[in-house]
């Protein structure tokens, strides 16, 4: 009731015009890859997907790795999970007070900023500036960080369950042999969790394709820092696109379709295993 | 190979190339906590040294450090309102969703019907169906109800989006419970619903603390759903009925709205946001154990 009548409907009206009134076919679609904004949104949110999902990744399985080996690991682990607690919304601001700018000379009150004038650099506005790294801005990477910054605590913990439940005779086994620890990791750490990198990392790539509430609060979308679902956003509620809305909505199904189908295998596989 | 016994040299050296790992773990702990640190230290501080230096500047004579930013913020600017609020949208709508969630899982679990393994299926398929294909008709079909921006409206849509993971989460878990159990009951006369309410709900209290964890962390944080059946302007949609109740939204839109309307009143926006904290962090530390199970059997929601 609650998703399967909308999710038709939602279909139906991205064959519609605007204020679906009149059925005009693929048009909004078209329009989509046409638009500049959408276009930008569309590639900002493949950057999302490719460098939030491997940044995360590979920073929760280093992490967990690490702490396997110090005494200190649950401190660690409950310090880079806290932030899975609270909302996106109190981390936009936790991060635009990081990314808190003032001219070069001023005191910074902002971390960041505080940061990079102590050791001598001008500061920067990071979550304006468009200056480009490869291509894309790099207030787009400002935005991603913070997304990282939530969202590692879930990566390490999925990852260190996995890598405790490897028999540890093995991996001991390897090391009186005088493997390096690095041996360790790359020939049976990694193989025998390579599943568990598999989910955690389609998890990661559906939620970059959602992701809202970050962009939304900390630039709103501007200085080309917009995402599908913060334009979809505009374009339904400032604009009153709701071809273009519900157009972008059916894209983004697609874009996660291979993660239904996934799941569904894997789903079939344990009930057959049941 | 035979295991040499350590020198005390070896040992040393051991030790000695092990602080790069040391030094490299201390440092992510540290860039994990000076954010919120920052934020917390500030929402303390008064407004003339919040825009003018740095908060780590704070821990030096003189302290000063007040309270008027949190007495400001709840009374003046509504964050206490929405903190009510925000209760009165996540308390219910969490019960709401396990209610109904255990309910179906009892059935997808321990029931045979016609369809049903195609009907879990399908609702399998809706845990990654983005939230965002459905509000367009959802807000339509709530504008129908007379319920948009009710708190009836909110809890019946944060039910909606939470109910596919809740009952693939406890259907799992209850399917796991020992069969013997439940059909000696049942031979021994025990209706389903007694079956349930006695057997099946007790033995799931794990289960249902971590579903209850998450439910509450999603509602709480949500931005997203309140924003679009909440707060926003309802009247830009065709076919909606104005709003049935003016209450102030939950922390989240406040906190969004006072980002864009004040965003350079950073004592303000620090002290905001750690009230709207307070609570997740503090279910967060009393029930770590059942999030991190919840996190480990069921993943995050799409």
Same mark, same amino acid.
């Given at each position: ?93 936790? !991060? ?12 910074? !009150? ?165 | 190979?035979?295991?040499? %016994? ?85 308390? %219910? ?43 367009? %008709? ?103 009925? %104005? ?60």
């Amino acid at each position: 009731m609650f998703l399967v009548y909308p999710s038709i409907d939602t279909f139906r009206r991205s064959l519609m015009n605007s204020n679906s009134t009149e059925f005009v076919g693929l048009e909004s679609y078209a329009r989509v890859f046409a638009k500049e904004e959408t276009q930008l949104a569309l590639l900002n949110s493949l950057l999302w997907m490719i460098v939030f999902t491997g940044v995360t990744t590979l920073l929760g399985l280093l992490i967990a790795v690490m702490i396997e080996r110090v005494w200190y690991d649950v401190i660690v682990k409950t310090l880079v999970f806290l932030p899975m607690a609270i909302s996106f919304t109190a981390a936009a601001v936790i !991060w635009r007070f990081v990314y808190g700018f003032q001219p070069t000379g001023f005191p910074q !009150w902002g971390a960041a900023n505080a940061a990079l004038t102590t050791l001598g650099f001008d500061s920067h506005p990071f979550l304006i500036s468009k200056e480009v790294i490869p291509f894309y801005g790099i207030n787009n990477v400002a935005v991603i960080v913070a997304a990282v910054w939530m969202t590692t605590g879930f990566a390490m913990m999925v990852f260190s369950a996995a890598i405790r439940s490897l028999p540890q005779e093995l991996l001991e086994a390897a090391r009186v042999d005088g493997a390096k620890e690095w041996q360790v990791f790359w020939h049976i750490i990694r193989p025998s969790i390579m599943p568990t990198i598999y989910v955690v990392a389609t998890v990661l790539v559906i939620s970059a394709l959602k992701v809202f509430d970050l962009v939304f609060v900390m630039t709103g979308g501007l200085f080309e820092t917009d995402v599908v679902a913060n334009r979809m956003y505009k374009e339904m509620f400032e604009y009153r696109e709701f071809g273009i809305a519900t157009a972008l909505s059916v894209i983004l199904l697609f874009l996660s379709l291979p993660v239904i189908a996934i799941n569904i295998r894997r789903f079939r596989r344990q009930e057959r295993e049941r | 190979m035979r295991l040499q %016994p350590d020198t005390r040299i070896q040992r040393v050296i051991r030790a000695a190339s092990r602080g790069p790992l040391h030094l490299a773990l201390i440092a992510i702990a540290l860039l994990w906590t000076f954010p919120s640190v920052g934020l917390l230290v500030s929402s303390f501080r008064p407004k003339l040294n919040v825009a003018t230096s740095g908060w780590w500047t704070a821990f030096q004579l003189p302290f000063e450090f007040t309270l008027e930013n949190y007495a400001f913020v709840l009374f003046r600017r509504g964050v206490g309102d929405s903190f009510v609020s925000s209760i009165l949208i996540t308390v %219910p709508a969490t019960f709401l969703t396990i209610l109904v969630a255990a309910f179906a899982a009892f059935a997808f679990a321990w029931m045979s019907f016609r369809l049903r393994d195609f009907l879990f299926f399908f609702v399998i398929a809706l845990l990654v169906v983005p939230l965002q294909m459905t509000l367009i %008709p959802l807000l339509n079909l709530l504008g129908f109800f007379k319920l948009n921006a009710t708190y009836l409206g909110i809890w019946l849509v944060h039910m909606g989006f939470g109910l596919p993971f809740a009952v693939f989460l406890l259907r799992n878990f209850f399917a796991a419970l020992p069969r013997e159990m439940l059909e000696a009951s049942q031979v021994d006369g025990a209706s389903s619903r007694v079956v349930f309410f006695k057997i099946v709900l007790p033995l799931s209290t794990p289960a249902l603390a971590s579903l209850a964890i998450f439910m509450f962390l999603w509602i709480w944080n949500d931005l997203l759903v309140a924003l679009i059946f909440l707060g926003g302007s309802p009247e830009l949609v065709p076919g909606i009925l %104005p709003p049935v109740s003016a209450d102030r939204g939950p922390l989240t839109l406040t906190i969004a709205s006072l980002v864009s309307s004040r965003g350079a009143d950073w004592e303000l926006l620090t002290a905001a946001a750690f009230v709207s904290m307070v609570l997740p962090l503090a279910v967060f530390f009393a029930l770590q154990r059942y999030f991190v199970r919840g996190l480990l059997t069921g993943g995050l929601r799409g």
